[in-house]
């Protein structure tokens, strides 16, 4: 079946330091969506692209979407504290029904 | 503008127990899915409602698990009886429409603990 898989699964740096989270499915997306979950808390959406190639940045955070749509990325410059928490893609399922198909995350912590 | 509220925020119960969760969405959104995080997983969907209608429960344990969104507005999950395999988080969320090309909104999540 489809799948979405994520590495790492943890990443630790130290804060300043850069951070990459990468996302591959399985089979071809029609867009692919980023979310945050702090410790504790619950998913939030961050962002989503749509077009193969596509770029997008917010504030210290650039997202990629790869050619083939296919894959996904999520970098984040000098890490600060707040980006503690763990970072999930989703895409669309491919058997439809118009349902989401999370990976398992990558957790990032920053020490300070 | 208020965000999908759910509740109880965290239950402890016995196996073989009931339990239901209930779930408020943002006013207007037409769709309300429930979602099951395990530790350390991603959100799970286990059933998806486009205002009343249940369009996508097909990873649903129909034996134990139940939903229903009756007037298409705030929704109920329930677990009879309840497994220790079921101890997780129960996430709701909703969105405006019904594609996937839009953002999810979650609520702050369920944590059930089945002792």
């Known amino acids: 079946g489809q799948q979405v898989m994520q590495i790492p699964q943890y990443q630790h740096v130290q804060e300043g330091e850069d951070f990459t989270t990468y996302c591959n499915s399985s089979t071809t997306l029609s867009n692919i969506q980023w979310y945050k979950q702090r410790p504790g808390g619950h998913p939030v959406f961050l962002i989503q692209?749509?077009?193969?190639?596509e770029v997008k940045k917010q504030k210290r955070l650039t997202f990629q979407f790869g050619e083939a749509k296919k894959n996904s990325s999520l970098h984040i410059t000098a890490t600060q504290t707040t980006d503690v928490g763990t970072y999930f893609c989703?895409?669309?399922?491919?058997?439809?029904?118009?349902?989401?198909?999370f990976g398992a995350g990558t957790r990032l912590a920053v020490h300070p | 503008e208020a965000g999908v509220v759910q509740s109880p925020r965290y239950k402890i119960i016995e196996k073989k127990q009931p339990v239901a969760f209930w779930c408020n969405p943002i006013s207007g959104h037409n769709t309300l899915y429930w979602y099951l995080q395990n530790l350390g997983q991603g959100p799970e969907l286990l059933i998806r409602?486009?205002?009343?209608?249940?369009?996508?429960d097909s990873q649903l344990p129909k034996d134990r698990f139940s939903a229903e969104r009756l007037k298409g507005v705030d929704s109920t999950l329930k677990i009879q009886p309840a497994e220790l395999g079921d101890s997780a988080v129960y996430l709701c969320?909703?969105?405006?429409?019904?594609?996937?090309?839009?953002?999810?909104?979650f609520g702050e999540g369920s944590r059930l603990t089945v002792l």
């Open positions: 409602y486009e205002n009343e209608e249940a369009v996508d």
């Open positions: 692209l749509v077009k193969s190639g």
């Open positions: 969320a909703s969105s405006p429409g019904t594609s996937v090309h839009g953002e999810l909104f």
């Open positions: 989703a895409g669309p399922w491919s058997g439809g029904y118009n349902k989401l198909i």
